[in-house]
């Protein structure tokens, strides 16, 4: 497939949600929901009105690409089978992403960055990865279900973090309390070569389905795309409903 495809991208395992259209490295349009409104109500017209800002036709699209999870359950379900629908009606290929991959993309270039994701009752969606200049996201541990506590324990005596997504947000005053005990530093920049130990949080994204694109389109590149019938969910958790019937 052609190095400039045209990938259209969805992200619904966040509670606001993003759509993005981009060709190669350029993005084309992006536009971000609203936390208050189900991606059931929203997602198809959002997609429409993508379209309509960028001027193209849903046709022109090369690959489908949408956030896997971990995320909310019932956003992952309409995203994924939107995609697969448009996916096989259209007879293109389509490209899973994992959530917390992507937000380790959009925090941008770092040895050790652990995306975190608010999972309910408490408790994130959390795992590490190194992030290179050039955007190739490698992970560095398997994404788990954990307590708040239970993640800092298990990340907090590594130098140079780069905290990223809601998780990192909400649970900022534990972590920089971890950090005051190590000694680290903490920002809000780039972590400089003066002070390699320091941790730095990440700004929000809001535009993640940006970010699904671009990792999409690594996956073009080594031509590791899928099928309606191939792509699934990443839940990491059961749902609520599972867990009630144990």
């Excluded at 929000?204 to 940006?210: G, Q, V």
């Amino acid at each position: 497939m052609k190095a400039d495809a045209i990938i259209l991208s969805v992200e619904t395992a966040t509670l606001r949600g993003s759509v993005s259209i981009s060709k190669g490295n350029s993005i084309l349009g992006q536009l971000a929901g609203e936390a208050q409104v189900s991606h059931s109500n929203t997602l198809l017209a959002d997609i429409n009105r993508i379209l309509t800002q960028t001027g193209l036709q849903l046709d022109q699209a090369d690959v489908f690409a949408v956030a896997t999870g971990p995320g909310s359950f019932t956003g992952l379900r309409i995203g994924i089978a939107t995609v697969k629908a448009l996916s096989a009606t259209l007879g293109r290929p389509c490209a899973g992403i994992p959530t917390l991959e992507a937000i380790a993309h959009a925090a941008g270039a770092s040895t050790r960055s652990v995306a975190l994701m608010p999972a309910g009752r408490g408790e994130v969606f959390a795992q590490m990865f190194s992030v290179s200049l050039e955007g190739t996201v490698t992970a560095l541990d398997s994404p788990s279900h954990i307590t708040p506590d239970s993640m800092i324990d298990k990340y907090g005596d590594l130098e140079g973090i780069c905290w990223c997504g809601d998780g990192a947000l909400i649970y900022r005053e534990r972590i920089e309390e971890r950090a005051r005990q190590r000694g680290f530093g903490v920002s809000d920049g780039q972590i400089g070569k003066k002070h390699p130990s320091s941790w730095r949080f990440a700004q929000p994204e809001p535009y993640l389905a940006s970010h699904i694109g671009a990792l999409a389109l690594a996956k073009v590149a080594t031509a590791q795309l899928e099928t309606p019938g191939t792509l699934a969910a990443v839940y990491v958790r059961p749902s609520d409903a599972e867990l009630k019937a144990k």
